[in-house]
């Protein structure tokens, strides 16, 4: 579990970052902020959060490829500022939702009751990206009144952040066999040039995004007698992600008769000289964003008499998100250049240097130089619950619970795309290009004319497309909507005695899913509407036994059986396409849910006061395990004409996989106001099918080392996991993400009781996220997005 005053301890800038503190969780850092957890090595999608004991809706900004609309949350939406606590439950109950196979994030919002009257609470901060070198400002503020019979009360909060990201990076568009280079080129090196691999694409990215996010929160709780509680809350949470997305990037695989020489080296082709004809383009991307979540709760608690307590819980959550629009707008050119890699340093050297290969234009008269496209998907859910406890004294049973659930789910995508046709050649400097930052990819070990080119602002993009003549079709590949009605039942005992505590309990869940999608029998030519049903029901029984060995000293057991539900778009059996890279992901309608046999064994000793060693053996057995495959399909291409060879996703279940590890933690006061904390986790997952489990690091620790004393708090937090597999991406590529390392720093002075003085500092290594191909001399992409320094004034009263 972790308080709202502990977060306050960290420089975190959502709620995923405070977990990250916790043993058992890491979080993912693709653009530098922490955006999903997974929880004891399972996939994030595959863990729950929920506030208030409810689910809120969940929608991405839409440049995540690796993660289609999921049951995760999106973190970054989530201010540390609007929780009371947050608890993790490695180890369910029967009394909590189904649908995570690591654990439940539980979210606790404040309640006016709980808070003294007239609590206010206000803080302003300043923060400032390195490699953006943009600066932003950040505030909250909290206020809540309750009358003098506390029994109404009247809670408002609000949140503002900002962030400007600049984050570069090199890519690789997966790797194509040597067999398909169709000239005669000059081979050295020693190995078979037929089975070596080459990168299909090298490109330089340069990604630039604003984050802007505004939330609400606010509460009214009133209790007219002292039998009854009633609280109605609302969130509401606004954020534009908007981002402008530009890769510069030679196409070996476009070029296939251009090759003059290659260099072999343990199997891959890790240097090659194309000569005439080899092809080069620079894609101009603008994608206007917004998500916005919202929900509005009703909860009751009605205690008639001292051993009776009936809970009701009544509400509505709805997200949008998405792309609306993206303006795509490609420049190409033909220029003899050659490259290199070796999985740490990337050079690419055009014949004629930088200006020459520069020299792009779109395409002629007539032809395809882009299009404007959205993508827009909705997340809404109505429930309904209630639970009833009972408390008893019937030998060792304490109290009695049972309860109903019912929730509506829908998650759909509507998206139209365009054929936007030129009106004769444009170069790339009318169109006022200038270049990129010198000191771009400062860290990233890219040399040559790779990390030297020209581009055009966003604002050109979309006023050249503007005037063009634009063809504007719906994307029926893309869409997709999932109507998903569960129902859910429980009763769980709850147990105790001089030294022991526990619970045992069974849950029932049935899941009825209407999935409709449009499927073409044709490549993409014509579709027609397709709507299939799934149907299922699962038991779940669970057991937590607690046990006080010594007076300082707990040891605790949990058995449980758990379902996760596959994520929406993987069940949709429509295609999403990616026209500029020739990718698509098709679901596959026919999923059945993960199901795991969860165990646990932990203890815990509090051997001073502060001071904690604990240890937790887990084992997770999940059978129905669902994997991404790749296979290449020929599909139209509406961006540009034609048809192409795309790799194809497809998600399908094997047959099981097994999780298992333990983690250990260390926290005490040392001396003088010293202290630490720090944990670690090991896991191992063993797969079927032989592909690792996604986002799962074998090895993962923290360690915070801490002084509190007086008016002064420092701490550092060191984070590391290691490398862990993604996805299946292109040509059926392995998708690796390099062990990562966080730097955190964080200080806080009080000025008095009210008014506090905080200076933090984030990933001060400037990490780079790496990812890579099987091999680390195959790398897939590798970025940097700065260190990020903030100062910060709180106030309350």
């Known amino acids: 579990m972790i308080s709202a005053e502990g977060v306050g301890k960290f420089p975190d800038t959502n709620v995923a970052e405070s977990l990250s503190h916790l043993p058992g969780i890491s979080v993912d850092r693709q653009f530098g902020e922490g955006e999903k957890i997974s929880i004891l090595g399972t996939d994030p999608a595959l863990n729950r959060v929920l506030v208030d004991g409810?689910?809120?809706?969940?929608?991405?900004?839409?440049?995540?490829?690796?993660?289609?609309?999921?049951?995760?949350?999106?973190?970054?939406?989530?201010?540390?500022?609007?929780?009371?606590?947050?608890?993790?439950?490695?180890?369910?109950?029967?009394?909590?939702?189904?649908?995570?196979?690591?654990?439940?994030?539980?979210?606790?919002?404040?309640?006016?009751?709980?808070?003294?009257?007239?609590?206010?609470?206000?803080?302003?901060?300043?923060?400032?990206?390195?490699r953006s070198a943009e600066g932003n400002p950040r505030g909250s503020l909290l206020y809540s009144w309750k009358n003098a019979a506390n029994n109404f009360g009247v809670m408002v909060a609000g949140t503002y952040d900002k962030e400007d990201l600049s984050r570069a990076g090199i890519e690789f568009f997966g790797y194509s066999k040597g067999s398909t280079i169709t000239s005669n080129p000059t081979v050295t090196g020693s190995g078979s040039l037929a089975t070596a691999t080459y990168p299909a694409g090298i490109n330089a990215a340069y990604f630039q995004q604003t984050r802007e996010r505004q939330g609400l929160q606010g509460a009214i709780q009133y209790q007219p007698t002292d039998t009854l509680d009633l609280n109605l809350s609302g969130i509401y949470i606004h954020g534009n992600y908007n981002n402008f997305s530009q890769s510069?990037?030679?196409?070996?695989?476009?070029?296939?008769?251009?090759?003059?020489?290659?260099?072999?080296?343990?199997?891959?082709i890790t240097g090659a000289t194309l000569g005439n004809g080899a092809y080069t383009e620079l894609d101009t991307n603008y994608r206007k964003t917004t998500v916005q979540t919202a929900r509005v709760n009703f909860a009751g608690t009605w205690t008639p008499t001292a051993d009776w307590k009936v809970v009701t819980d009544a509400g509505f959550t709805r997200a949008y998100g998405g792309k609306d629009p993206e303006y795509l707008l490609s420049f190409y050119s033909s220029a003899p250049y050659s490259f290199s890699y070796d999985g740490s340093k990337t050079s690419v050297t055009y014949a004629g240097g930088s200006s020459a290969?520069?020299?792009?234009?779109?395409?002629?008269?007539?032809?395809?130089?882009?299009?404007?496209?959205?993508?827009?998907?909705?997340?809404?859910?109505?429930?309904?619950?209630?639970?009833?406890?009972?408390?008893?004294?019937?030998?060792?049973?304490?109290?009695?619970?049972?309860?109903?659930?019912?929730?509506?789910?829908?998650?759909?995508?509507?998206?139209?795309?365009?054929?936007?046709?030129?009106?004769?050649?444009?170069?790339?400097?009318?169109?006022?290009?200038?270049?990129?930052?010198?000191?771009?990819?400062?860290?990233?070990?890219?040399?040559?004319d790779l990390v030297k080119f020209s581009t055009i602002s966003k604002d050109a993009v979309i006023k050249y497309l503007d005037s063009?003549?634009?063809?504007?079709?719906?994307?029926?590949?893309?869409?997709?909507?999932?109507?998903?009605?569960?129902?859910?039942?429980?009763?769980?005992?709850?147990?105790?005695?001089?030294?022991?505590?526990?619970?045992?309990?069974?849950?029932?869940?049935?899941?009825?899913?209407?999935?409709?999608?449009?499927?073409?029998?044709?490549?993409?030519k014509t579709y027609d509407g397709v709507t299939q049903t799934s149907r299922y029901g699962r038991f779940l029984p669970s057991f937590n036994f607690a046990y006080d060995a010594a007076d300082n000293v707990v040891v605790r057991f949990g058995a449980a059986e758990v379902v996760a539900r596959p994520r929406y778009a993987d069940m949709a059996g429509a295609f999403s396409k990616d026209d500029t890279q020739h990718?698509?992901?098709?679901?596959?309608?026919?999923?059945?849910?993960?199901?795991?046999?969860?165990?646990?064994?932990?203890?815990?000793?509090?051997?001073?006061?502060?001071?904690?060693?604990?240890?937790?053996?887990?084992?997770?057995?999940i059978s129905s395990y669902i994997v991404t495959t790749?296979?290449?399909?020929?599909?139209?291409?509406?961006?540009?004409?034609?048809?192409?060879?795309?790799?194809?996703?497809?998600?399908?279940?094997?047959?099981?996989?097994?999780?298992?590890?333990?983690?250990?933690?260390?926290?005490t006061n040392i001396a003088y106001g010293f202290g630490i904390q720090s944990n670690y986790t090991y896991a191992i997952a063993d797969t079927s099918n032989g592909y690792n489990m996604p986002y799962l690091s074998r090895h993962t620790y923290n360690i915070i080392p801490y002084y509190e004393d007086g008016p002064i708090q420092a701490r550092v937090?060191?984070?590391?996991?290691?490398?862990?597999?993604?996805?299946?991406?292109?040509?059926?590529?392995?998708?690796?993400?390099?062990?990562?390392?966080?730097?955190?720093?964080?200080?806080?002075?009080?000025?008095?009781?009210?008014?506090?003085?905080?200076?933090?500092?984030?990933?001060?290594?400037?990490?780079?996220?790496?990812?890579?191909?099987?091999t680390k001399a195959a790398p897939i992409g590798y970025y940097r997005n700065g260190s990020v320094y903030s100062i910060n004034m709180s106030y309350k009263m």
Do not use: C
């Open 583 to 621: 990718t698509a992901s098709g679901g596959n309608p026919n999923l059945k849910p993960y199901e795991s046999n969860n165990y646990d064994l932990s203890a815990e000793w509090y051997f001073n006061k502060d001071s904690l060693v604990s240890g937790e053996f887990f084992f997770r057995q």
């Open 717 to 774: 937090s060191l984070g590391w996991r290691s490398n862990y597999f993604t996805s299946i991406g292109r040509l059926a590529s392995n998708n690796m993400t390099d062990s990562y390392m966080q730097l955190d720093f964080s200080t806080t002075y009080s000025i008095n009781d009210n008014l506090q003085a905080t200076f933090n500092a984030s990933n001060l290594l400037d990490e780079m996220y790496y990812q890579y191909n099987n």
């Open 357 to 448: 290969a520069d020299d792009m234009t779109t395409k002629a008269t007539g032809q395809q130089v882009g299009g404007i496209a959205a993508q827009m998907n909705t997340d809404q859910e109505a429930y309904f619950q209630q639970d009833v406890t009972h408390d008893v004294n019937w030998g060792p049973l304490s109290s009695v619970q049972a309860g109903v659930k019912y929730t509506d789910h829908m998650n759909s995508v509507r998206a139209y795309g365009s054929k936007t046709y030129s009106n004769g050649s444009v170069s790339l400097s009318s169109l006022g290009a200038s270049s990129i930052p010198t000191d771009l990819f400062d860290g990233l070990d890219a040399s040559g």
């Open 54 to 130: 409810q689910t809120i809706g969940s929608a991405d900004w839409g440049g995540n490829p690796n993660d289609p609309n999921s049951r995760t949350f999106n973190y970054t939406l989530l201010s540390p500022e609007i929780i009371d606590q947050a608890e993790v439950y490695k180890s369910t109950e029967a009394r909590i939702d189904e649908g995570s196979l690591g654990g439940t994030v539980i979210i606790h919002t404040r309640k006016p009751l709980d808070l003294d009257a007239n609590t206010m609470r206000a803080s302003l901060g300043y923060s400032y990206n390195t």
């Open 630 to 667: 790749t296979t290449t399909q020929v599909l139209a291409d509406n961006t540009h004409g034609g048809t192409a060879s795309y790799d194809v996703s497809h998600p399908v279940n094997f047959t099981d996989a097994n999780v298992k590890g333990f983690s250990a933690m260390f926290q």
């Open 468 to 524: 063009l003549n634009t063809t504007y079709y719906r994307d029926y590949g893309s869409e997709y909507k999932v109507t998903e009605a569960n129902s859910a039942a429980y009763v769980q005992t709850n147990f105790k005695g001089d030294k022991y505590r526990g619970n045992l309990g069974v849950r029932y869940v049935h899941t009825a899913d209407d999935i409709k999608y449009w499927d073409s029998p044709d490549s993409g």
């Open 248 to 268: 510069r990037f030679i196409y070996p695989a476009a070029s296939t008769n251009a090759f003059t020489a290659v260099t072999l080296n343990n199997g891959l």
